[in-house]
């Protein structure tokens, strides 16, 4: 928690999940300069599309 709010105010957002990599699900953080290119990105899954939503909403509340 305290680390993804200290990564989160520097302009870092959810970039996926990484399950059981600590023994324990963890988040992967990403800081990219200017928009990603939605539209762009590749879904193996349809599931995963639910992921990428989540993705963009937190990249459009994180400062940029």
Known sequence: GR???????????????????????G??????????DWNGIQLFKPKAGRILEMIQADWDEAPH
């Open 3 to 25: 680390a993804v709010e200290h990564l989160r105010g520097r302009g870092y957002f959810l970039g996926g999940y990484a399950p059981r990599w600590f023994d324990a699900d």
């Open 27 to 36: 988040l992967l953080m990403h800081k990219v300069s200017g928009t990603p």
